[in-house]
Each structure stands twice: as C-alpha cells, then as structure tokens.
C-alpha cells in the first residue's frame, strides 16, 4: 500500500527567502515521486519528478526536491521565494507496477509575504 | 504539442441530472485518468484507462463511471447528480500505464456545479 503525507497545509515566507515544503510517503516498493503545483483556477503542473536515478532532482523555476529512502521523504525547496510562487502544491506517489494508484498529498497552500 | 483538453470547462446541472465530461489526451498517451478535486476532501482518484480499458479504480460509487475510445479520448458520466458532487474534475493523460517515472500531464478541468 502507499500513502503521502504533506507535513504542512499552510506555509507562508517571505520574497527573496528559502521555501521548504514537506512531503513523506510510504510505499511498499520504491516508488515514483512526483510535486505538482496548482494555481488558482488551473490544472495541475508539474514541477518535477523522482524516477530511482539521481536523488536530488531539478526542476522548473527554480524548484527541486531530495529523494531520501530512510526518512522516506520528498521535501520541495527552492532557494528564493518569488511572488509567483504562490499557489497550491501537491506531492504525488505512484507504485511501479501497473495496479498501482496515484495518490495525492492533502496538499501545502504556499504564500509569499512582500 | 497540445496539451490535455477538457471540456465543458464550466457547467452548471440541477440534482438528479446526469453529466458528461470529455477528455482528449496529449497525442500518443495512451492512459487517461480522472480525479474530482473538492475544498473538504481534496484531490481523490476516480480511474485510470489504458486501451479502452478500466485499470484501476478508486473509492466512487457506480454513479460515476467512464469509458475510453480507440483515439484514447474519454468520457466520464456522473448519473443522478447530488449537491456534493460540485468539484473540479480533473482529466490527466501519460505515455503509458504504471511505468517507471511515467510522467502524468493535467488538463485545466471541469467545474460542474450542482444545484
């Protein structure tokens, strides 16, 4: 069975600071990691994903996240926040086999404070 | 490349009406998948097709069903509408079902409303 748990339903930083968002999960076989990011009114982008090759993965503006399998963690961070930062971001797990379900995170609303 | 395309992007249906949602996934995907995104209960699976077959499914009652085409294009059907059934339906497409780091690409949605 696989879960995710996003630590924080709410984070709030200032521009020009560092932005961490959480993300732990649970999987019964190493798994595919994925952080989307929603803003208001859209669909969901992704940001970036973790496929089992290297643990610290790059993504879009700026964003990247760390595969770390013994605290079975998936933090998003990003050295300076940007107002347009501000939107919903949501931590994805997905099995390998073909029976494996998405799941989704509950979810970490960020804001960026001026 | 165009993206993933929903429509109707808005719709409004009254309680006890059906609704149909479209979904044309990005050329050359094969799997196509829906979720329902809700203030109280956020984003939930509602199923995965690959091949014009269902894969997987989640936790919804058998008021909520789909089908997929031989283009891959699908169709989800919510029948007998209730006042909580208002959500964002989200449709995602990807190059195949349950590979290793099988990149899933979201449409802008469906807003139904319900009243």
């Known amino acids: 069975a696989q879960s995710v748990t996003q630590l924080d339903s709410h984070v709030s930083v200032s521009e020009g600071t560092p932005v961490l968002l959480r993300c732990n999960y649970s999987s019964s076989y190493s798994p595919s990691l994925f952080w989307y990011v929603q803003h208001p009114n859209k669909g969901l982008q992704l940001l970036l994903k973790y496929t089992s090759a290297a643990t610290l993965v790059k993504g879009i503006n700026g964003f990247e996240a760390e595969f770390k399998k013994s605290e079975t963690s998936f933090h998003l961070t990003k050295p300076s926040a940007h107002m347009s930062d501000a939107a919903e971001y949501f931590c994805?797990?997905?099995?390998?086999?073909?029976?494996?379900?998405?799941?989704f995170g509950s979810g970490t609303r960020l804001s960026i404070r001026p | 490349k165009a993206g993933v395309t929903q429509t109707p992007r808005y719709l409004i249906k009254t309680r006890g009406q059906q609704v149909t949602l479209s979904c044309s996934p990005i050329?050359?995907?094969?799997?196509v998948s829906w979720y329902q995104q809700t203030p109280g209960q956020g984003l939930q699976f509602l199923f995965e097709?690959?091949?014009?077959?269902?894969?997987n499914k989640g936790n919804f009652p058998g008021r909520f069903s789909g089908r997929q085409f031989s283009n891959s294009r699908s169709e989800m059907n919510v029948s007998t509408l209730e006042l909580g059934d208002s959500a964002l339906y989200l449709c995602?497409?990807?190059?195949?079902?349950?590979?290793?780091?099988?990149?899933?690409?979201f449409g802008e949605g469906s807003w139904l409303t319900v009243v």
């Open positions: 050329s050359g995907h094969r799997s």
């Open positions: 994805v797990v997905r099995g390998r086999s073909s029976a494996s379900k998405i799941i």
């Open positions: 995602a497409s990807s190059l195949e079902q349950g590979l290793s780091g099988n990149t899933i690409y």
């Open positions: 097709y690959f091949s014009e077959t269902q894969r």
